[in-house]
């Protein structure tokens, strides 16, 4: 097993050992930061009355604690429903900054039956830090926190 596969065990693990959906998203952050170097800030956002709002999140305070549908990132992905991977910061227009040092950025959406209720957001202090192994290995944890809202 690599390391992604028995990360998303884990989860799988504490997704059944729990029914707050809370304690879930605090121990993924803390368990994503903790286990992957280039993973700087993990974070989740979660929507409500047509806003993003910040959720559980391990590493620095962020001012964006409130982000609307289609601005940023978090945003833009919360409008197309996708993934979004960026190498570099720098060329993106439709960016909000959380950290001078962050380089690279990583959002993938939770989708509750095609509907969108949040997404998982990692920043890296290292330019194209993320790949597609990343995106699946999020996608997956996506897909768990799905399911786990689905029954909970
Ligand atoms: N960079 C994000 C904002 C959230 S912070 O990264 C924590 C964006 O452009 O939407």
Not at 9 to 19: D, Y
Not at 23 to 28: P, S
Request: charged content about 25%.
């Amino acid at each position: 097993m690599d390391n992604f596969e028995m990360l998303i065990k884990t989860i799988e693990n504490k997704s059944l050992e729990t029914n707050d959906i809370n304690i879930l998203m605090e121990f993924i952050s803390r368990l994503l930061h903790d286990k992957i170097p280039y993973y700087d800030w993990v974070g989740f956002y979660i929507l409500k009355d047509n806003k993003l709002h910040l959720g559980p999140f391990v590493g620095k305070p962020t001012v964006h604690t409130v982000i609307d549908v289609g601005v940023g990132i978090c945003g833009t992905s919360a409008k197309t429903l996708k993934p979004i991977l960026v190498s570099n910061v720098i060329n993106e227009d439709n960016y909000l900054a959380c950290s001078p040092e962050t380089r690279s950025e990583i959002v993938v959406p939770i989708l509750i039956n095609g509907k969108f209720w949040g997404e998982i957001d990692i920043d890296s202090d290292t330019t194209d830090a993320f790949s597609e192994k990343d995106r699946q290995f999020l996608e997956n944890i996506s897909k768990i926190i799905a399911k786990f809202l689905n029954h909970n």
